[in-house]
């Protein structure tokens, strides 16, 4: 009896072991989200400091286009930063900007310094619009169709690689439904 109570945490410590495992093989880009072909959650967001518009739901009906969650302390932003001016400069798509959890004024000088890809920019300083949204992290990004649903979701950066691979093929197919 007594060895056997000996086995239950060697036992405990395999199972939870495995569970660890099976999470490492786990792809984080792919969280699953609640919103996909459902419409976006309404909101009308205030512009940041130092802009004159803010972002609405509204805005991002009438064409396919990408609803981009940023800050200027996510790490990872800066990395896809450049591929989002870069899609910007070419009119790949329209990009709407959602600046999260930022203090007053960090926002804008982190556009002002490292350019703005944005067609519009909202302020989700409390993070409620985020929330309904299901972020998990910044960056994510929506794909949006021309209807206003929801139609893929990007966790973490966008690389050049995943734009010419995913996202590319996916708005052309969008554009032409």
């Known amino acids: 009896m007594n060895r056997a109570l000996l086995l239950v945490p060697v ?38 400091e ?17 609803l981009n969650v940023f800050a200027s ?5 800066h990395i896809e930063h450049p591929v989002l001016m870069r899609l910007a400069a070419e009119d790949a798509v329209p990009i709407y900007g959602l600046n999260w959890k930022e203090k007053p004024g960090e926002g804008k000088a982190w ?3 490292f350019g703005d890809p944005y067609t519009k920019v909202g302020d989700d300083q409390n993070g409620r619009v985020a ?15 021309r209807d206003g ?18 996202l590319q093929p996916l708005i052309e197919d969008l554009r032409k439904s």
Do not use: H, N
């Open 11 to 48: 036992f405990l410590f395999i199972v939870v072991g495995a569970f660890f495992a099976w999470g490492l093989t786990r792809d984080p880009s792919r969280i699953p989200s609640q919103l996909i072909d459902r419409p976006l959650p309404v909101f009308d967001m205030p512009a940041i």
């Open 111 to 113: 556009l002002d310094r």
């Open 131 to 145: 929330i309904d949204l299901g972020v998990t992290g910044a960056p994510e990004t929506f794909v949006v169709d």
């Open 149 to 166: 649903r929801v139609r893929f979701k990007v966790v973490g950066p966008i690389t050049e690689q995943y734009w010419a691979e995913t």
């Open 73 to 77: 302390w996510c790490v990872s932003c």
């Open 50 to 66: 130092g802009f004159t518009e803010g972002l609405a739901t509204d805005d991002l009906k009438g064409e396919v286009a990408l």
